[in-house]
């Protein structure tokens, strides 16, 4: 088992020049929205993670495919690194320029290029965000689904392979991705899938890119599958007297089938610090969040048959939110969780871990995962989608406390052993970025990893493309 | 636009020899299940495609991975093809040997190596056929819906990215196969994916390898997703004034969003011949057959919306299939179409196209397609899994007279030309094999099919794996 990176230090990696040739080029074409400026480069050099900021030598704002083309192409020409930069709220480190290298910053590129309704697909730009994208498509009457609680663009979205609370109904980008615009390591402009549901035509470079965190090429364009607003919706939540007995109903409703849409686990810490940031009053025991899409009659069949597996394992009476603007105060409250929990500790930084497991493993990683934290000492909260047998551990360390460190990436580290050895991920949608190097070889093994890093070096032979992530460089 | 590959005649390709020194490493180690008897190698030389038979040199019974990994390292060393062999049943010439080299037959490794019905996953050998898994699990209350017609391998299956009736619902082999043993190019085993619901743990092997036509390596295990058998199924037929109402209703079923689990449509050509062979006697007019999946209330409620828009469209009432007998002998029917056709014209041999578009083209595409061939004279069926914008037209042509050919081959051309202008794809389910590699580059463009090639270069760089397929050699 390798151990992870340790969050307080970066790889001692060496920084590629810029070559000058190069930011004249940039700054010729892109003029003011060619920027090297140290407060703009840190913004763009730093994400979620609790990593220190190496900046990018220059961040450029792109506006068009042609535009990342010609910024790829002339990177390719100067070996320069290239990283991709949505909304910033990647948890790995994705965003760290630890070569250097240039940033292109596609918030610019937030324009929904076509909407088909009749056939419920949609294609965006890659800096569009998920929020963004929902409101602009409201009046169609369908919704895109894939909810990692950031307002994450798009594109990263597709990069980390992002899923979030919905995705134990809907998938996760993995399956809501029908095609791409890409522009390659060489900066040519290559598009992937069609507006088909399936297709049997060749690789699945739409799957390929999906999840490559940047390291193949910059996904520019992005056409996505929606879904019709459900004619109802239930949410409710659910008290139980134990984690374990929130978990082992949530393995039982996947078990027999439930067509849930959204099953989310907060633990004591977790609604603590929702009530204090949020105003709100939940009872502070181990509570799920549940929502049930469908017909009327269909979701008040599923509410009660989940009731009813909840009452065997002692859960309470469902509290409902039947006005959606209770539900949207619920649901704000659990994308808020990871930061009403930074606000618990102030100064605090937050290693968030998410190990994803087969179902019926979930409640056992889960007891024993919380059992060994309380152990330790350092505060934690769990949330979890756990109708995909996904949860997370956020750990709240003092950063000039390199004990704590040391503390939250033990106790990560044997997660993600745990995690392992039932036949589980040691990321079920953050992605491996800068952290989870060595747990990518222990989960898929050395054969697989060699098979990745010939793909890299096929697709992208100067390693410019997002270097040092997914791989160490 | 390129023409296609006319199915008359196959490539010029030269075969590449078989060394000597090869063979006997073959027949020192796996004796009598290592076997060049012409009969043998004719059988796995041929598929369900209309091309002649290029016998593979030798066939190769395996019974492991290990043996599998054995054979491609021999073949490797030698620079001899090897095409994987399941069932046969594949219709695009995947199966016949245009560069000679080895066949290996993984009928042998048929066994379910591990049910968690826990966790609603079961690991495969490559060898096993859906119906035989099917027939396994049974016990468990779980099934694998993909289902394809023929009774396929599920390696096959996964080789094709395969789909089938009950893709609307449960999604296709790329949304079903949570991971994969694979034996590579060079004679490697490694393993791709996890028995977790999902991941963001590096590049996506496992969607790399399904749908790859065994160009890239050999797929000797397969985790899959099973679901729980529904509660209630209900089946219906119902008949309407024309294809086109019978589509548009399709389209609305859709777009309503009614979580329909099958629902195809048979012409009357289509109808005819399935009531010759199976003795049926549905009536002759456009059809869908469709099958609902849910709680009884639910599948009760999709059953009443669906009838509703039908009638809006001029469809008749509902006949239902009630007993389990009843829906097996339309189902089985439906899945014989394909023979039943064949023979209502001796002799025949049938070009069978499978074209995908956006639901809301799928009835301009249907009834333009079907006008061209009327008006071409050539007897035709029309078949489809019209809930996926995918249907089939199968053209009748009787193989000695290159006139019905040609003739087949210019509709099918214009079928997919039509298909790609409406966005949508040259196959939703058989893949490209020998006849489509044309419609490839149409579709995907030059840059994505270089990619393509790309990746299959890295990984195979002595081009051993199924050579000539998907590609042009």
């Known amino acids: 088992m390798n151990a992870p990176l340790p969050s307080h230090h970066l790889p001692q990696i060496e920084r590629r020049p810029l070559p000058a040739a190069m930011l004249e080029a940039l700054q010729q074409r892109f003029g003011a929205r060619c920027s090297t400026a140290m407060a703009v480069r840190e913004q763009h050099g730093r994400d979620e993670s609790p990593f220190d900021v190496p900046p990018p030598d220059v961040v450029v704002y792109c506006d068009s495919t042609e535009e990342v083309a010609a910024v790829v192409a002339l990177a390719h020409e100067h070996a320069v690194p290239v990283i991709p930069y949505g909304a910033g709220s990647s948890l790995e480190g994705h965003l760290l320029a630890v070569q250097g290298g240039v940033s292109i910053d596609l918030t610019p590129m937030n324009r929904l290029l076509r909407v088909n309704p009749e056939d419920q697909t949609v294609t965006v730009q890659a800096g569009v965000t998920r929020k963004q994208l929902n409101d602009e498509i409201r009046h169609t009457g369908l919704f895109f689904p894939i909810d990692p609680g950031a307002d994450a663009s798009i594109g990263g979205m597709a990069a980390t392979r992002a899923s979030g609370t919905n995705a134990v109904r809907y998938g996760t980008m993995r399956e809501n991705v029908l095609g791409l615009t890409v522009v390659t390591a060489t900066g040519e402009v290559i598009h992937t899938g069609t507006r088909a549901r399936k297709s049997s035509a060749g690789y699945d ?79 502070e025991a181990p509570m799920l969040l549940m929502e049930f899409h469908g017909s ?65 493993r979930l409640a056992e990683c889960v007891t024993e995962t919380m059992a060994e934290a309380d152990a330790s000492g350092l505060p934690y909260f769990v949330v979890g989608h756990v109708g995909d047998g996904n949860f997370h551990m ?45 747990f990518l070889v222990d989960e898929a093994g050395a054969g697989a990893v060699a098979m990745m890093r010939t793909l890299k070096q096929a697709l992208d032979p100067k390693n410019i493309m997002n270097p040092g992530k997914i791989f160490a460089a």
Not at 218 to 235: D, F, G, R, S
Not at 252 to 270: F, T
Request: with cysteine; net charge negative.
């Open 296 to 360: 009327p009659a269909s979701v008040q069949e599923q509410a009660d048959t989940v009731q009813q597996l909840a009452l065997d394992h002692g859960g309470e009476a469902f509290q409902w939110a039947t006005t959606p603007e209770e539900r949207t105060r619920l649901w704000a409250a659990r994308h808020h969780a990871y930061l009403s929990a930074l606000q618990t500790k102030p100064g605090c930084r937050c290693v968030t871990t998410d190990t994803c497991v087969p179902i019926s």
């Open 205 to 283: 470079l739409t799957r390929l890119f999906v999840g490559s965190e940047g390291t193949l090429g910059v996904m520019t364009e992005v056409t996505l599958k929606l879904y019709p607003l459900p004619e109802a919706i239930l949410a409710a939540v659910c008290h139980f007297p134990s984690v374990e007995a929130a978990v082992t109903t949530t393995i039982e409703i996947i078990q027999v089938g439930v067509p849930i849409a959204r099953c989310e686990l907060l633990d004591v810490n977790a609604i603590r610090a929702v009530n204090r940031h949020d105003k709100l009053d939940l009872r």
């Open 394 to 438: 956020g750990y709240l360390l003092d950063p000039n406390l390199p004990a704590e460190r040391d503390t939250a990436e033990r106790l990560s580290l044997q997660l993600v052993q745990r995690a392992l050895r039932m036949e589980g991920t040691c990321t079920g949608e953050h992605g491996i970025g800068l952290h989870k190097m060595g």
